[in-house]
């Protein structure tokens, strides 16, 4: 069994745009490509011929992979609970080295900790999820263990 993705509703639609954007008008652009290549004539040293046969190469690979990662996704419903952190909840914890800060936990396709969108499957997301208000958590990171306490839970 491949391993289960989790997906917003939102991201789950800029894969499936991405895939009918590879599959239909990059498929179109590439085969154009390798016909204008090969009436240029021999292809045994056809520059272009072998760079377009690269980038469908490329694309055919990203169309499996976007396949593959949708066909195993699973798509964030917005938690019936408020009170329990799962995957699609927004938290705001508060830690004595950073005050307060404020994380959504999602899928690790769409894990942007820069943004505060930490996945389910990191240190961080793990310790989180299944947590209530009021608890205290404790995450060993390189820098040293990290305490938090979830102060809030947002749907």
Do not use: C, H, W
């Amino acid at each position: 069994m491949a391993n289960q993705t989790y997906l917003s509703p939102e991201g789950t639609e800029v894969l499936k745009k991405e895939l009918q954007e590879l599959k239909t008008k990059k498929r179109q652009e590439i085969a154009k490509r390798l016909q204008e290549a090969k009436e240029l004539g021999d292809l045994s040293e056809n520059a272009e011929y072998f760079e377009a046969k690269e980038a469908q190469s490329l694309n055919e690979n990203r169309i499996g992979e976007l396949e593959e990662l949708l066909k195993n996704a699973v798509v964030i419903q917005t938690p019936s609970e408020e009170d329990i952190v799962r995957v699609g909840s927004t938290i705001e914890v508060k830690s004595v080295a950073n005050g307060v800060e404020r994380f959504s936990i999602v899928g690790s396709a769409e894990a942007k900790p820069q943004e505060g969108k930490i996945s389910n499957e990191s240190p961080l997301g793990r310790s989180f999820l299944n947590r209530k208000i009021g608890d205290e958590i404790e995450v060993k990171t390189p820098g040293g263990t990290m305490k938090y306490k979830i102060t809030k839970i947002e749907k």
